[in-house]
């Protein structure tokens, strides 16, 4: 137990702990796309298949369900979900850039090195999802409901959290420029670590957040010019 530890056990304080994001439980052995059959779309079912570069661009699809999947490289740019899951499943160097997703979940899921530039999810669920190496500016994700994420080593400036409802989240490592969280809802720990946190907008809906590194000043910095403060020499 380190100093801080043994202070807050001494003080009868309960630490602000984040639970981390169950892993994805994939299958033991993943079979290779076959196109059409593994296309994503109207009300597809999909088990334990590897799309390996494959490529959904400008697609409109409804009510996809996959389980236990390995994208990899594969492109989304532009496309359209609607009220589909993905669960259980890896995202590695990913293209999401204008993807429109609404009422989209991803559960049990893990993406690294992908880009969701100029991407909307609105009103869906990630539950257990870590997202890590990507790059997310800007993203929206107004409406979602957020549990047990992790956002690691993102590039997120102008990402867009408005209405948001946060559950165990944390951001670490992440530039958060210019992000918004306007009327988000922190419904349990939510925590920033060593991450950029200049000019960020809607600072109030963060309260209970805990906030380590230089970005606490800087966050101080926006609460306070939310608040009509005006600092002289």
Known sequence: ?????????????????????????????????????????DDAIIRGVVYDAEHFVGISAEAVEAEGCRFENARFTGSRLLRSQFSDSVFSTCDFA???????????????????????????????????NCVIAPGLFRHMKLY?????????????????????????????TGGQFANAKNLGVVRFEGCTLLDVFGTASLKGAVVQGPGAMELALSLAREAGLVFEP
Do not use: Y
Request: contains cysteine.
């Open 98 to 132: 204008e993807l429109g997703a609404q009422d989209v979940s991803l559960i049990r899921c893990a993406v690294t090195g992908s880009r969701f530039t100029g991407s909307s999810w609105k009103s869906g669920t990630f539950r257990d999802v870590r997202v890590e």
């Open 148 to 176: 047990a994420v992790v956002f690691s080593d993102c590039k997120m400036a102008g990402a867009d959290f408005q209405s948001a409802e946060m559950h165990n989240v944390k951001f670490e490592n992440c530039d958060l």
């Open 1 to 41: 137990m380190d100093a801080r530890m043994a202070q807050i056990a001494r003080q009868g304080v309960t630490p602000r702990r984040i639970k981390n994001p169950t892993e994805p439980r994939l299958p033991l052995s993943l079979r290779p796309a076959e196109m059409p059959r593994d296309a994503l779309e």
